[in-house]
């Protein structure tokens, strides 16, 4: 898949043509600035002739303005090429798991959860929910495992259907709870992309998640 490098080209031509559109306006409007110039020293009062200073501090002015818009322009090409760069390198994500606090799809393999105790806990469990929102189990947890292998049967030890689900934390002291956080998932990377400034990935559930939102990657896993 070629995202990557489509989205680093559209970004590279569009700087271009930003920059040359820029650079083209500069020269004309130099061109304006100089005929007016001369316009105005051909037609000064030669008995109260226009100081040389005032001719040195406009074009000064210009030039400084001239030298900012093309700083400009190099800046944007810059973020244009560094942005393509890295929507690039996430592109490699595609095929790989990432770990997020997002649903995930259940198909019959067990989902392996990290999960997080609140400060002070002395006992969690895990609430599981169906992907209309209704709670499906609740399991009591050894806080001492850094990991949850959940295999997707109910108390009675019949399978669940398969679907989406998501897995949240609630962490105990005493019989109250003190906390609630969501679990931690693996979820395989269909698809990359950009949307309003962000990049975005699509899970194999068809959920999406923001890159900034993925806290490890591993090797794609069957």
């Known amino acids: ?12 031509i569009s700087s271009s043509n930003t920059a040359s ?3 083209t306006v500069l020269s004309s409007d130099f061109e304006t600035f100089l005929k007016m110039l001369t316009t105005q020293m051909q037609n000064q009062d030669p008995l109260n002739p226009l100081d040389t200073t005032e001719y040195a501090t406009q074009l000064a002015t210009f030039s400084s303005v001239e030298q900012q818009v093309l700083t400009n322009d190099l800046l944007k090409e810059l973020t244009g090429v560094i942005g393509g760069n890295q929507f690039q390198h996430l592109a490699g994500w595609i095929g790989k798991q990432a770990l997020s606090d997002a649903p995930v ?3 019959g393999a067990p989902i392996v959860l990290r999960p997080e105790y609140a400060s002070g806990a002395d006992g969690a ?4 929910r169906n992907s209309g929102g209704s709670e499906v189990q609740t399991l009591t947890l050894d806080m001492s495992d850094p990991v949850i292998a959940w295999v997707g049967v109910d108390d009675l030890g019949d399978p669940l259907p398969s679907g989406v689900y998501s897995f949240q934390i609630e962490s105990l002291s005493g019989s109250g709870v003190i906390g609630r956080s969501d679990a931690q998932v693996y979820n395989p990377i269909i698809e990359v992309r950009q949307q309003n400034g962000e990049v975005m990935l699509t899970l194999s559930d068809g959920s999406e ?11 794609g896993i069957a």
Request: proline content about 0%; cysteine-free; charged content about 15%.
């Open 21 to 23: 559109t820029n650079k």
């Open 209 to 219: 998640i923001r890159a900034s939102d993925v806290t490890a990657l591993r090797s």
């Open 105 to 107: 799809f259940y198909g």
């Open 125 to 128: 469990r895990l609430v599981v």
């Open 1 to 12: 898949m070629q995202t990557g490098s489509v989205g680093a080209a559209n970004a590279s």
